[in-house]
């Protein structure tokens, strides 16, 4: 009895034994398989992370923000459906295209363009923008088309030169090339009765057809578009005050940005896009890259 006693005792020992060994090594494996889990899980989350981040830099990348004057047809306006549209915003949408990035249209008050581009909100002033007296002011592209600075008075009015402007009411946009070019011709303004500003010229051409003011200083562009399409009872005298042309105002140093959109530009002149969309506009091509 004695014998078979300390045979089951010792029996039940290694049992003990065995079943305490294996559970060790089992907590061993599953241990070293959750650190192996934490590890990869670890791993993958700061690929994601970087992978995010990445992705996050390309998109900011690959979008083309254009600051425009949205009460400035027909190069950037408000169309009927409540849609951005215009020239120059077309010509934009299609260069972005070209160059693989989205476009964005952002809307800006005139006189805070500069504030704008030095932030960073936009990337490029892209509407009937004038080069002549802000040669040193922005990076430009090469120049697009050609305009000229007019007078537009009511279609029955007297005022048939700028001699017969003298002691008239003139307004112009407030920071507009015009506003710049009669700084320039001092001695013009200087025989207008009063020379006034406004912050758009919507408001100037409602205010010269109800008879509050007797001219307004203009892009002839603007102005035949303006007349034409609002059938406003409105004429331009037939001499025009300054010549210039149009281009794209870039951020100074931001030269990689002004050669992708000018190269677009140059594929478009060659291709005929440029053609077909300034024909759209104003009935002809009026562009000059490529010429």
Not at 107 to 113: A, H, N, R
Not at 207 to 217: F, H, K, N, Q, T
Request: aromatic share 8%; with cysteine.
């Amino acid at each position: 009895m004695k014998k078979r006693t300390v045979s089951l005792f010792l029996a039940a020992v290694m049992t003990v034994c065995l079943s305490a060994c294996g559970s060790s090594a089992q907590g061993t494996a599953a241990s070293g398989t959750t650190a192996a889990a934490k590890a990869e899980a670890a791993s993958t989350a700061a690929a994601a992370s970087t992978a995010a981040a990445t992705a996050a830099a390309a998109g900011k990348g690959k979008t083309f923000t254009v600051g425009f004057d949205q009460d400035f047809p027909p190069m950037g306006f408000v169309g009927n459906d409540g849609q951005f549209t215009g020239f120059d915003l077309e010509l934009a949408a299609e260069a972005a295209k070209r160059m693989g990035m989205e476009i964005k249209y952002q809307p800006i008050q005139w006189d805070q363009k500069d504030a704008q581009l030095n932030a960073g909100v936009i990337d490029c002033i892209w509407n009937g923008f004038t080069m002549q007296g802000r040669e040193n002011d922005y990076l430009w592209s090469k120049p697009y088309m050609n305009n000229a600075q007019v007078f537009v008075v009511k279609k029955d009015s007297a005022i048939q030169s700028e001699a017969d402007l003298k002691g008239k009411t003139v307004e112009v946009q407030t920071d507009s090339s015009a506003e710049a070019a009669l700084k320039d011709k001092a001695d013009l303004a200087a025989t207008f009765g009063k020379l006034q500003t406004t912050g758009e010229y919507n408001t100037a051409l409602m205010e010269l057809d109800s008879g509050a003011v007797d001219a307004v200083a203009m892009d002839s562009t603007v102005a035949d578009y303006k007349i034409a399409a609002g059938k406003m009872n409105l004429r331009t005298l037939n001499d025009s005050f300054a010549s210039e042309q149009y281009g794209i105002g870039f951020k100074k140093g931001n030269t990689e940005l002004r050669d992708k959109v000018e190269a677009a530009l140059e594929d478009m002149a060659k291709d005929g896009t440029m053609a077909s969309i300034s024909t759209k506009w104003f009935g002809k091509d009026i562009t000059t890259i490529g010429k």
